[in-house]
C-alpha cells in the first residue's frame, strides 16, 4: 500500500512564525512573563470583546480552571455530572473532595439529559456539572429551572464551546460559570490554557485570587490557592490567533459542510446534529457508527488508521469506566443506556483549519467504501 500523508483529528492552527517574533520582541524588552502582565490583561478585554461576555479570568488550562471554579463557588458534597466527557470533567471534582453523581445523556445531542437530574439530587447535592459536548449547547433553560427549584450552583464545562451561541447570544454567560479550554487540540488555542467566564466582577475577583495561591496583596492571602496562571508567551500568542479565529471557524465550517454531503445516505453512518446552536463553532465532527454499517465502529476506526487516517473515539471509554470512578453507584451501566451506547458507536474524524478538500474525501471515501 502506498504511504499517504497521515491525516490526524486535529492539526492545531498555527499562524506564520514571523508573525509571532514581534510578540516575543515585547515580551523581551519589557520583561515581565506572568503575573498578569500586559499580553494576559489585553487577551482578557480582547476575549470578553470577542465573546460578548462581561468577565473572564484565564489560566493556565481548563483542568485548573474548573477545579478553580468550584473552589470559588464553594461547592462541597455531591456534583451531577456527565459521563460522556473528557475525564477531566470527573477530575476537577475528586481534585476537590467532591463525589461526582454521573446522571444519562440525550440520544440527540450526547449532553446531559436535564430529565434525569432531578432523580439524582440528594441533600448532599450542592451543584450541577454539565458539559457543552462537542461545542453543542446543553439544555440550559431546563437545567436553571431545576437549579433554582434545588438551590443548586451550575457550573458549565464549556471547553469545546469558544465562540457558540444560541438564540440569546454567548453560551457561555448561562450558569454562575463557565470554563472555556484553550488546549492545543482546540478551536482556539493558546498551546495550552483556559479561561472562566464570570458573572460580575467580584467573582472575577475571587477567582484572580485562587489563581494566584490566593495572594490579595503582598502580604495577604485569603484562601488556598493554587498557580493558575497563563504566561505571557500563551497570552501574546492568544493575541495573534484571535486575528484568525473567524477564518479558522469559517473553514470548519466548510469542512462540516463537505462530509455532510459526502457521508449521506450513507447506510448505517450518522452525523450528530446541531443542539439548535445559531452560531456553531465545528470543533468536532463526530459520526455513530450504527448496525446497519458493514463494519463495526471499531473495525472502521482501525481501517481508517490502516490507511493514515487517524480518527478518535470521543468519548470511549465513559468517564465512568475508569477505574477511580467506576466504583460509584451512579457509574453503574444500567444507569447510563444512552452514553453506553454512544460510546460504542462514537466515532470523531479529522477536522481543522488546514483540512483540504481533498483530505476530507479521502476520509469520506474509506468510509463510503467499506
Ligand atoms: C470537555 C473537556 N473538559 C476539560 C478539558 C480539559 O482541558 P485542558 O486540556 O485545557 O485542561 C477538555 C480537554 O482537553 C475537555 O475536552
Known sequence: MSKQKPIYVTQPNLPPLEEFYPYLQQIWDNKILTNGGPFHQ???RALCEYLGVQHLALFSNATIALVTALQALRVTGEVITTPYSFVATAHSLL???IKPVFVDVDPHTLNIDPARIEAAITPQTTAIMPVHCYGHPCEVEAIQRIADNYNLKVIYDAAHAFGVEDQGGSVLRHGDL???SFHATKVFNTFEGGAIICPDARTKQRIDHLKNFGFVDEVTVVAPGINGKMSEINAAFGMLQLQGIDRAIARRKEIDASYRRLLEGVKGIACLGDA??????YSYFP?????????GRDALYDKLKA??????????????????????PSAHRENLPVASAAAQKILCLPIYPALGL???ERVARLIVEA
Do not use: C
Not at 439548535?276 to 463553532?281: D, I, L, R, S, T
Open 42 to 44: 489585553q487577551l482578557e
Open 95 to 97: 481534585w476537590n473532595g
Open 178 to 180: 463557565s470554563v472555556l
Open 307 to 328: 490507511h493514515d487516517v487517524y480518527a478518535r473515539r470521543y468519548f470511549y471509554p465513559l468517564i465512568t469506566e475508569f477505574p477511580m470512578y467506576r466504583g460509584l
Open 276 to 281: 439548535g446552536e445559531k452560531v456553531a463553532n
Open 358 to 360: 481533498e483530505d476530507v
Open 287 to 295: 459520526v455513530l457508527v450504527g448496525p446497519d454499517y458493514p463494519l
